[in-house]
């Protein structure tokens, strides 16, 4: 998740408007008077479920983001940073100033010019006999090779480092990269030594890392990069460089946890196989697959199947909002073993996956639930999942799942659920901070849509006299909406912004859109973000207005909000005079 999002989750809009001004609930909105305005009758509302707030007095709102900016009178950045902080949210070093991204690029060059040396000896040096034997026995083929570029590490103490300082690099750039090491007595000797060694890239192809096999008996068997500015295997997916491209177009990633899994499936023509590399998989690599489709498969090893990892697992549904699903491998074979047997039996796996849910009835269906011990131990093992939700609905639903697997009664669940949540918050030191609330983010496809319409075609700018900044109900998108009509050429429009929408600007420039009809597409969507801000505004004011009459507001007050109304709703009408007009009222181009 990304930052903007993460602090978004965190704060509580009616928590931050009531530091300055008081605020009164008023059915399901609260009402206070204006901070940006004196009056003597409150017209400032704030609306919890949407998180946005409108002042029917100066006519203005938006969100938490854009409350802070007007009131301290900051910008975007100034305002993420102040609500971060207040959330307890940590914003990464890399939305600071330019130094980083210079250093990971040095940390690219040179993994990048590692792998190619390891590539080299794998192809041919005498010494990577033993190496190239090891993958022909593997049924692997020299285009495998090449495009994973495997390679080989000689069982020498300083050949990587010989050959990278020849080259050119310091030594204190091998060491941040991980690729050699230094010994108690201060000696830098190669991390890598006699091993099969698997690139790992990132999605747009830096070589972030290193995966390593062992060719004899040493241990560890596998042996991965450290943690380094580029390489965090927690986030990483092996594979993902040369698998993109496939799981956006077949709307589909499978999820393995070998390298030679994923190579197998590759060679195979199963070209959405990523790998969690060893590991059961993370949030963080979730979060990364996201980014190209909603739909996941897990493949568990048959045994793997009820560890308490993989049961967690359940719980990334919260992040993806869509169905994960796994399958389960036949008893002691990994992927590898499943596909190279014959690839229909793979194909066949993965038409049959299983909701993840199932992965709770697996982790039962050990147990004899009619013995008091196993019953206890299945609710041992399960309630400490669900605790972890975030997502209140959800929590619900496995609880009832629980609740039917065990016998145990939700109400004797939700209780020692609330014990095991009790126990958890002593633990926890940065409550005061933190603010406790973690919300649902309410995203704007449109807004999304349009911006990156916008983005991707800048001729379009011609086309916005009509469109306006608060028709963007998400600060981040009016920003960025802003900043672009103010530029000159939008490849500088994010030297215009602040770094921490850097990352938003590039998946909105990345974003898959049709490449037809694009000006028809542009005045469609521009239509429904103005008819959402208007019935919006609708929706609030006729809210106003119910409470102005309920708690005897003045007349002054009435009127203003039913002439407002007026208003509106002349103006919506012209939105569907506009919509018949281009056609898109009744069905429109397919987004
Ligand atoms: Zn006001």
């Known amino acids: 998740m990304g930052v903007i999002d993460e602090v978004k989750q965190r704060t509580d809009i009616v928590e ?103 590539h080299d000896l794998l192809l041919s040096s005498p010494a990577g006999k033993k190496a190239r034997d090891y993958v022909a026995s593997r049924g692997l083929s020299l285009e495998t090779i090449t495009n994973f570029q495997l390679g080989f590490s000689p069982n020498k103490w300083e050949a990587l480092k010989q050959h990278l300082l020849e080259i050119g690099y310091a030594e204190s750039v091998l060491l941040e990269a991980g690729l050699i090491v230094e010994t108690e007595e201060g000696k830098k000797h190669d991390r890598f030594r006699n091993r099969l060694m698997f690139p790992i890239h990132d ?170 011990r196993d019953k206890s131990l299945a609710v041992e093992r399960l309630l400490p999942i669900v605790a972890d939700f975030k997502d209140t609905i959800r929590r619900d639903h496995y609880l009832n799942k629980i609740a039917r697997l065990t016998g145990v009664s939700y109400q004797r669940l939700e209780s020692v659920l609330s014990g095991i949540k009790s126990g958890r918050r002593v633990r926890e030191p940065r409550q005061e901070v933190a603010a406790p609330v973690v919300r649902p983010i309410l995203a704007e496809p449109i807004e999304e849509y349009c911006l990156a319409l916008l983005l991707q075609h800048p001729e379009l700018k011609a086309q916005c006299p009509g469109l306006l900044p608060e028709y963007f109900a998400d600060t981040q998108n009016r920003e960025i909406f802003v900043a672009y009509m103010k530029v000159k050429d939008v490849k500088s429009i994010k030297k215009a912004l602040d770094s921490a929408l850097h990352e938003y600007i590039d998946s909105l420039m990345k974003k898959d859109l049709p490449d037809t009809q694009i000006e028809k597409r542009f005045v469609e969507c521009s239509l429904r973000l103005q008819e959402k801000f208007l019935r919006s505004l609708e929706a609030k004011n006729a809210e106003a207005l119910a409470l102005a009459a309920e708690s005897g507001g003045t007349a002054a007050e009435q009127a203003m909000l039913e002439e407002l109304g007026t208003e509106i709703s002349d103006q919506l009408k012209e939105v569907f005079a506009q919509k018949r007009q281009t056609g898109s009222g009744a069905k429109g181009v397919e987004k």
């Open 16 to 118: 931050v408007v009531s530091q300055h001004t008081t605020l009164t609930k008023a059915g399901r909105t609260f009402k206070g008077l204006c901070p940006f305005h004196t009056e003597k009758h409150p017209s400032f509302f704030v609306y919890p479920e949407q998180q946005s707030w409108h002042c029917f007095g100066c006519n203005t709102g938006g969100d938490t983001f854009s409350f802070v900016m007007k009131k301290q009178n900051i910008d975007f950045g100034e305002a993420l940073r102040l609500l971060a902080q207040r959330a307890g949210v940590t914003i990464p070093s890399r939305f600071e100033p330019q130094a980083e991204e210079k250093e990971k690029e040095r940390l690219y060059q040179v993994n990048e010019a590692a792998a190619q040396y390891f």
């Open 203 to 372: 999605i747009r192809g830096h070589t972030i890392g290193f995966g390593a096999r062992a060719l004899d008996d040493s241990l560890p068997k596998y042996l991965n990069s450290p943690q380094t500015p580029t390489f965090d295997k927690s986030r990483s997916l092996y594979g993902i460089n040369l698998a993109a491209q496939a799981i956006r177009q077949q709307e589909l990633a499978v999820i393995v946890e070998g390298y030679t899994d994923v190579i197998t499936a590759h060679q195979n023509g199963f070209d959405n196989v990523v790998a969690s590399m060893g590991t059961a998989v993370t949030e963080k690599q979730v979060i990364t697959l996201k980014r190209l489709t909603k739909n996941m498969v897990l493949s568990l090893d048959a045994d793997a199947a009820g560890e308490e990892a993989m049961l967690r697992c359940v719980d990334y549904e919260n992040i993806l909002d869509a169905e994960l699903k796994v399958i389960i491998l036949p008893k002691d074979k990994d992927p590898d073993d499943v596909i190279k047997e014959d690839t229909k039996n793979w194909q066949h796996l993965l038409e049959e996956a299983l909701p993840v849910e199932k992965t709770f009835d697996m982790a039962v269906a050990k147990l004899d639930l009619s013995t008091v």
